[in-house]
């Protein structure tokens, strides 16, 4: 067996979901297959099908939303081909694309948080109490709709509770603890979530 191809057969048995160093690897081709070269690193350059080389001398297998279309040269963006608002994309791509997923979502939802407090100008609050106070049903900043039924009145509330859940159950865990996030799917629906919150703060109206 050539080492690309054990390093491929590593790859399907979940071997880089992982981060692992040239080292590591070097050893488990050995242990495992009986392999040794003397460049592996140009041959783990040339597994770009299913590896991204992260920081110095390690990899990682590539996510669903880095891998290469069937046949294709190019890859898939799915930051345009799900619309991912651009203040998020700006934050969180590079973080998503190196594998920090805690840290994508995050800076996306402190995002969400910063455009608030610009449409809304309003200095000092932060967190839920911001959000309760900028999209309050009774006396909003900004409002997400025209105020004309109590339909309107239950969406402005359900807003305000999004906005407030969004920060306390979102981004303060993962400002304030260590919180393990390993999976790309579940990391770009985070994303997906903060880039509504975005457009809804892009198309509320201020209203005080």
Not at 2 to 10: G, T
Not at 13 to 21: A, L, N, P, T
Not at 125 to 142: H, R, Y
Request: proline share 3%.
């Amino acid at each position: 067996m050539r080492p690309k191809e054990a390093l491929e057969a590593l790859w399907k048995d979940g071997y880089f979901e992982s981060v692992r160093s040239t080292g590591e690897i070097d050893k488990k081709l050995d242990s495992d297959y009986k392999i040794s070269t003397t460049n592996l690193t140009s041959t783990l350059k040339n597994c770009k099908k299913f590896l991204r080389k992260i920081g110095h001398a390690k990899w990682r297998q590539l996510g669903p939303y880095e891998a290469k279309l069937a046949g294709s040269r190019k890859e898939v963006d799915y930051f345009a081909v799900f619309g991912i608002h651009p203040r998020i994309r700006k934050a969180s791509q590079k973080l998503f694309l190196d594998g920090h997923y805690p840290s994508a979502i995050l800076e996306a939802f402190k995002q969400v948080e910063i455009m608030v407090k610009e449409k809304a100008a309003i200095k000092g609050n932060f967190g839920t109490a911001l959000m309760q106070e900028v999209f309050s049903a009774n006396n909003p900043i900004l409002r997400v709709n025209g105020n004309t039924t109590d339909s309107d009145e239950a969406e402005q509330k359900g807003f305000m509770m999004l906005f407030s859940g969004a920060v306390l159950g979102i981004r303060d865990p993962k400002a304030h603890s260590v919180v393990a996030q390993n999976d790309p799917i579940a990391t770009m629906q985070y994303l997906g979530f903060a880039s509504i919150l975005c457009r809804m703060v892009d198309n509320a109206t201020k209203v005080r």
